[in-house]
């Protein structure tokens, strides 16, 4: 899928714009900070923004040079795109044993540079009212709970990475 029609599906185009927003105003929105706080993926691409099968979709999304033309001479797709900005960060930060990228709101140029939008488009009138109106589509609670399984999971291996669970006396 190209970046344009990616663009084209407005009910996905909304969700990624307020994943920007949020990226971009996490420090002032505590309601932005609630959401950026809540997703699954390193690079914040899932819920509470986008079902699985969007979040797919989104990071297989190809751009052409033109956006991120000190990347890369060829198409490639988003997640490529920035992890090659990050990628001495990730090295570093997972030497620390501390995989995230960095703080959501030193996220929000590169997604914006990524996407191809502008600060003045995430101030629009019309993006902030409907915002402020519907908030996110709730995920249905199928995927909802498809997601916390997966965390709940993630965690229980963590713990046995560590040795056993938080608390335990043992």
């Known amino acids: 899928m190209s970046l344009q029609a990616l663009q084209a599906n407005r009910d996905l185009w909304y969700k990624i714009q307020v994943l920007l927003y949020d990226l971009c105003n996490i420090v002032t929105d505590r309601t932005a900070e609630s959401r950026t706080l809540a997703t ?70 590169i997604y914006l540079a990524v996407f191809g939008v502008s600060k003045e488009e995430l101030r629009d009138e019309k993006f902030l009212s409907r915002l402020r109106r519907a908030g996110l589509p709730r995920l249905d609670e199928a995927e909802t709970e498809k997601n916390n399984e997966h965390m709940s999971r993630k965690g229980r291996k963590k713990d046995r990475e560590k040795g056993g669970r938080k608390g335990r006396k043992g």
């Open 40 to 109: 699954t993926d390193e690079l914040y691409i899932s819920a509470p923004y986008l079902a699985a099968d969007e979040a797919a979709l989104v990071k297989q999304t190809r751009i052409s040079p033109p956006t991120l033309q000190e990347i890369s001479d060829a198409p490639c797709h988003h997640r490529r795109n920035i992890k090659g900005c990050l990628e001495n960060f990730f090295e570093k930060r997972r030497a620390s044993g501390d995989a995230r990228p960095c703080d959501p709101h030193d996220m929000g140029p």
